[in-house]
């Protein structure tokens, strides 16, 4: 069975420009998940999909981000425009179902100069 | 509101002694806890799992936990470690897998 996958694994842009990071999750997931993890922090939450619809979003800045999940499978976020503290890395992950076992993508690391 | 902390930014054990990872939460409810581990450049695993029942939980890779509500903690242990095992480990409070709030991570060295 494939895992989540996540690109790029790398990317690296200047301030005030955009970026978008895309998700595929495990076939068959329900749920989406996408978090940020800082350096020397854990993940936090930014949005939760179940299907196409959004869960919870209540992390996510909204001034600046945005995700979709147009056919309840893969997903994008993007930023726009970046800051310098939007430096981390995005991870994505999936479950089957809502309250099930999350599997984690490798992540993209964003560095905003 | 739920959160969870890991006193210890950096452990270094020899590889073969045993080791136990700490982790403190605030919960407001029953809480479903987890231990995941992140090796460079991969994404979190999770190690396991406690939702009710058996307060000491085994995992993957000979991990185990044990869920003491009196001290709010969920410690990872493992009796003797392996070179494979230097990694970052995090602990994480939630609402059955939903609304997990991490802590900050505890970094795994191991002397050979």
């Known amino acids: 069975e494939a895992g989540v996958a996540q690109s790029p694994r790398y990317k690296i842009i200047e301030k005030r420009q955009s970026v978008a990071f895309w998700c595929n999750p495990i076939?068959?997931?329900?749920?989406l998940y996408w978090y940020q993890q800082i350096l020397g922090q854990g993940p936090k939450l930014l949005i939760q999909?179940?299907?196409?619809?959004?869960?919870?979003d209540s992390q996510l800045p909204k001034d600046r981000f945005s995700a979709e999940r147009l056919k309840g499978v893969d997903s994008t976020l993007k930023i726009q425009p970046a800051k310098l503290e939007d430096s981390a890395v995005y991870l994505c992950?999936?479950?089957?179902?809502?309250?099930?076992?999350?599997?984690f993508g490798p992540g993209t690391r964003l560095t905003v100069l | 509101a739920q959160s969870v902390t890991q006193p210890d930014i950096h452990i270094t054990v020899s590889e073969g002694a045993s080791l136990e990872l700490r982790c403190n939460y605030s919960y407001g409810a029953t809480p479903y806890l987890f231990w995941y581990v992140q090796s460079p450049g991969q994404g979190l695993q999770l190690l396991l799992k406690?939702?009710?029942?058996?307060?000491l939980v085994q995992g993957i890779k000979g991990f185990e936990a044990e869920f003491k509500r009196s001290q709010s903690s969920f410690n990872l242990r493992k009796p003797s470690v392996h070179w494979s095992d230097a990694a970052e480990y995090f602990c994480?409070?939630?609402?059955?897998?939903?609304?997990?709030?991490f802590g900050a991570g505890t970094r795994l060295t191991v002397k050979p």
């Open positions: 999909f179940q299907n196409n619809g959004v869960v919870d």
């Open positions: 994480a409070v939630g609402h059955n897998n939903n609304d997990m709030r």
């Open positions: 406690y939702f009710s029942g058996d307060t």
């Open positions: 992950a999936s479950s089957s179902v809502i309250g099930g076992e999350q599997f």
């Open positions: 076939s068959g997931h329900a749920t």
